[in-house]
């Protein structure tokens, strides 16, 4: 089992940054491929990013390409994705993932909570 509890989001203007957290416990994080999803009201959840175990290895989708950055500090057992340049679109619940299979993009079985980012225009 691993718990995850996402911290960070808010309100912000478009062009500003937030930095979310993941907060992880349960299993050795520093073993685990870790993912950012997000979800939009009323569209399906996404693939936002992904790193694996050493954070020496990134995947991005393209439409957060060039303005997030994925990261992670294995001592402190946290995720991190710090968003730049946020647009409206970027709205969304933003979800921390690990567990299934180490493929980037993997829905995999273990959630936290969500953390809400809205980006005004």
């Known amino acids: 089992q691993v718990q995850l509890v996402e911290s960070g989001g808010g309100l912000v203007q478009a062009g500003g940054s937030l930095r979310l957290s993941c907060a992880a416990s349960?299993?050795?994080?520093?073993?685990?491929?870790m993912r950012w999803f997000r979800q939009a009201p009323g569209k399906a959840r996404e693939f936002v990013a992904a790193?694996?175990?050493?954070?020496?290895?990134?995947y991005y989708a393209d439409s957060v390409k060039g303005r997030f950055t994925i990261s992670r500090d294995n001592a402190k057992n946290t995720l991190y994705l710090q968003m730049n340049t946020l647009k409206p679109e970027d709205t969304a619940v933003y979800y921390c993932?690990?567990?299934?299979?180490?493929?980037?993009?993997?829905?995999?079985?273990?959630w936290g909570q969500g953390a809400q980012v809205t980006v005004s225009s």
């Open positions: 993932n690990t567990g299934g299979p180490d493929v980037y993009t993997y829905f995999g079985p273990y």
């Open positions: 349960g299993r050795t994080f520093s073993s685990l491929l």
């Open positions: 790193i694996n175990w050493s954070g020496g290895g990134t």
